[in-house]
């Protein structure tokens, strides 16, 4: 069982949660994810790792309440307890692999759509850590969907707020805000890593691509079990079948087939469709197994 030890609310269905989980805590990495169980009979939740602390042996994670199980979190409370609670799971963030001084000579721009600023807000803190400043933009629909901007300036170089509705910070998307830096800024950039809704990765993608920026993109929303034996997140990179739960989550964006994962994510919502990809896909459905029949 795990403690949560601290929750608030970001906004009015974005919540946070620090759980105690010293063995999770002690190994953790930027760029991997949990998954969560609430009971002996709850759903897998796969959760990105937001921060982590190994000496206080606490993971926390940030939650946005749309599905059954995420609303039904949302009622946990400080002192209750977290069935399973299971990671670090995924690949770490490929920074960390990068020589340092290579990072050092590198100048990163983060963008971060939604719930996706808090699996960049690790990265981000661990570049500070090393004496790095990268930039960032957070982008959202208004004003009460931002997040992390607090937690974010303090670790960052210059933080960027873009909300559609023009409520707060720059109006506009986050494509609108990186054209902006980077047309009236004069702001040059030798990697750009975003991270949310999969339709915000494709165009930023497409823009990155244009303006000649390698990306990296974090391709966590597609996860659903979260070991590769669902087949729920199978996608193509370059050409080849990869699955972001075991290969990822995070892939060279200007390779990733963004609309066959989009139009692949929403046939596996239904019992049709997961059947429909089951037989046209073979034994390569899965990522985990390759077996399993259901």
């Not at 601290?6 to 949990?34: H, T, W, Y």
């Not at 309440?65 to 490929?94: Q, W």
């Not at 500070?128 to 009460?144: V, Y």
């Not at 994962?261 to 997961?274: D, H, S, V």
Request: glycine share 10%; with cysteine.
């Amino acid at each position: 069982m795990y403690e949560i030890t601290k929750k608030r609310f970001l906004s009015d269905n974005i919540f946070l949660m620090e759980v105690k989980a010293p063995r999770v805590a002690k190994n953790c990495a930027p760029g991997q994810f949990v998954i969560v169980k609430m009971d002996e009979r709850g759903e897998r939740v796969p959760l990105t790792i937001c921060d982590y602390d190994a000496a206080a042996g606490t993971v926390t994670i940030v939650v946005q309440a749309i599905g059954a199980s995420t609303k039904m979190m949302a009622e946990y409370n400080e002192g209750d307890y977290l069935r399973d609670f299971t990671g670090p799971l995924g690949c770490k963030s490929e920074l960390l692999d990068t020589p340092a001084g290579d990072l050092k000579k590198k100048k990163i721009l983060f963008v971060a759509g939604g719930v996706g600023t808090a699996p960049v807000y690790p990265q981000v803190k661990w570049l500070h850590s090393q004496g790095i400043l990268a930039d960032c933009i957070i982008g959202a629909r208004s004003r009460n969907l931002i997040i992390l901007e607090e937690e974010m300036k303090a670790v960052a170089g210059n933080v960027y707020v873009a909300t559609d509705d023009g409520s707060y910070g720059f109006k506009g998307n986050v494509n609108d805000k990186i054209k902006d830096l980077v047309n009236n800024g004069n702001q040059t950039y030798d990697l750009v890593i975003a991270i949310g809704p999969l339709i915000m990765m494709k165009f930023v993608c497409l823009l990155t691509k244009e303006l000649g920026i390698p990306t990296v993109v974090s391709m966590n929303p597609i996860m659903v079990d979260g070991t590769g034996m669902c087949g729920a997140c199978r996608l193509s990179v370059g050409g080849e079948v990869k699955f972001a739960c075991v290969d990822g989550p995070e892939f060279d964006g200007h390779l990733v087939n963004f609309d066959e994962a989009m139009k692949r994510a929403q046939m596996y919502k239904t019992e049709e469709g997961r059947a429909i990809l089951r037989e046209k896909e073979g034994a390569t459905h899965h990522g985990g197994c390759g077996q399993c029949n259901d």
